[in-house]
């Protein structure tokens, strides 16, 4: 299975646009890519998904090019509480199966 | 309406014996998948479940195995624990498994292995 990679860790101070860029390759044609946010001793939780182009909700927004070989999440205005590791979740095609992979995380810290 | 549950939170084993985790999804959601998490590894995939049927396998030998219940209730099982086997184990749960990936996780439980 190809791999998916992601920056280790970013630095950025309140109130920045912080942008977050996962590469992946071998996604499953129908499959969604998903981003998560996770907070220490607790599981990650779901941010956004989006299959093409932009999806935007009201905590961030997510961009992915027409090939789906990679996709930037973007956190408007990030505050100190947004401090935490990010994940990107690309479904990966392996033969008829499918493994839900996740990035090996973005360790976001926010400073004041 | 109540979150994902796993049970126990936390679990201490000798190597050689065996392990049960349980997790109970969100009311309503089918489809429940279970993750290991090690400061090594990351969150790797270990299987999912939807409707009592295992649909998908992550690359873990044969000890590691789950099942689903009518009730959505999903349970994984480690034989012959090993000391690589400390990790948190997650569960997580979404409405179908098919094309969103809207999962909830639960707390996860701590696996030590002495």
């Known amino acids: 299975l190809a791999k998916t990679t992601q920056p280790i860790s970013m630095d950025s101070y309140e109130g920045q646009e912080v942008n977050i860029t996962c590469s992946h390759n071998?996604?499953?044609?129908?499959?969604?890519i998903t981003w998560y946010q996770q907070f220490p001793s607790q599981g990650p939780r779901f941010i956004i998904q989006?299959?093409?182009t932009k999806v935007t909700n009201e905590v961030a927004s997510l961009f992915i090019p027409a090939d789906r070989k990679s996709s930037t999440l973007s956190l408007p205005r990030v505050s100190l509480s947004d401090t935490a590791v990010y994940y990107c979740l690309v479904p990966r095609a392996s033969g008829s199966a499918r493994q839900l992979t996740f990035g090996s995380g973005t360790q976001l810290t926010v400073l004041p | 309406k109540a979150g994902v549950t796993q049970t126990p939170r936390y679990l201490i084993k000798t190597r050689g014996q065996q392990v049960t985790l349980s997790c109970s999804p969100i009311?309503?959601?089918?489809?429940v998948s279970w993750y290991q998490q090690t400061p090594g590894q990351g969150l790797q995939f270990l299987f999912e479940?939807?409707?009592?049927?295992?649909?998908n396998k992550g690359n873990f030998p044969g000890r590691f195995s789950g099942r689903q219940f009518s009730n959505s209730r999903s349970e994984m099982n480690v034989s012959t624990l090993e000391l690589g086997d400390s990790a948190l184990y997650l569960c997580?749960?979404?409405?179908?498994?098919?094309?969103?990936?809207?999962?909830?996780f639960g707390p996860g439980t701590r696996l030590t292995v002495t």
């Open positions: 071998n996604i499953a044609t129908n499959d969604y």
């Open positions: 009311s309503g959601h089918r489809s």
């Open positions: 997580a749960s979404s409405l179908d498994w098919e094309n969103s990936y809207e999962q909830y």
């Open positions: 479940y939807f409707s009592e049927t295992q649909r």
């Open positions: 989006g299959y093409k």
